[in-house]
């Protein structure tokens, strides 16, 4: 079997190049990872959980008409993607207050905002993702005003589908980060949703108890990272409640 070739490891993820051009393979890693890698733990069986819970996420964003760069499942930990020119911003989307947010307003954690939140995050972990303006992005190029427009739309149309989904299983969409990419089919060029959204890249709370089942759990010392993750899989009926708390993995259950 000829070894792959590895395009680039991140912190918990490594991409590979796929087997037609164009195509990128995304292998979902163990490693858990907090304040720009300062902390970090290899949690057994966390790349299976965020690999099906983002696959599941984008085939039903893919089903809306929400443009991404999902192609399909390959196996447990690795989905076969389009290759894109990412577009260097992290866009997070806030329904309530948590994490940096609370830190810079002096907000009480989970207040509900008024409105939806849309705030940009300049991609460099050496900088610590600064957060920036829309005036940043297009005075340095990162993205043009059509595109932060469409970026946005996209954003908060991906915003509203995913409070539904997780509301109907009694789970809170605190907030979210998303990146977005460029792709160009023949002359024409479009926006689509890339990287992953998971436990992982979202905050969520039990709408009843308030618990976390997010990677809240491992920046604060809670523990249970991988119970809160398998709850939430099971929750949206990816892995069957006798799987959770076992020795040998989550069981799949697939589409």
């Known amino acids: 079997m000829s070894q792959r070739k590895k395009l680039y490891e991140g912190k918990a993820k490594i991409l590979y190049q796929g087997p037609e051009p164009g195509t ?9 990872t907090a304040f720009n890698a300062q902390k970090h733990e290899v949690i057994e069986g966390k790349g299976v959980l965020n690999n099906r819970i983002s ?3 984008f085939i039903q964003l893919d089903n809306l008409g929400i443009p991404t760069h999902f192609i399909k499942a390959l196996n ?31 907000l009480e954690e989970g207040t509900h905002l008024p409105r939806t939140l849309v705030e940009y995050y300049y991609k460099d972990d050496e900088l610590g993702d600064p957060m920036i303006s829309e005036d940043h992005i297009t005075t340095f190029g990162w993205a043009t005003p059509q595109e932060i427009e469409e970026i946005s739309g996209l954003a908060l149309r991906i915003n509203d589908f995913m409070c539904g989904m997780f509301s109907a299983v009694g789970i809170r969409l605190v907030d979210f980060k998303l990146e977005f990419g460029r792709v160009w089919e023949e002359e024409a060029m479009r ?14 709370w039990d709408v009843k108890t308030g618990d976390k089942l997010d990677k809240d759990r491992f920046r604060q010392d809670l ?9 939430v899989a099971a929750r949206l009926g990816l892995i069957t409640r006798e799987s959770q708390g076992g020795t040998s993995g989550p069981v799949l259950i697939k589409n």
């Open 191 to 204: 926006i689509v949703l890339a990287d992953e959204i998971s436990p992982d890249n979202c905050r969520l």
């Open 223 to 231: 523990g249970g990272l991988l119970n809160a993750y398998q709850e």
């Open 24 to 32: 990128i393979i995304q292998h979902f890693k163990d490693d858990a």
């Open 55 to 57: 696959e599941h996420i």
């Open 76 to 106: 447990m930990r690795e989905q076969l993607v389009q290759e894109v020119d990412v577009i260097p911003i992290e866009v997070v989307v806030r329904n309530f207050a948590a994490g940096s947010l609370v830190k810079r307003l002096g």
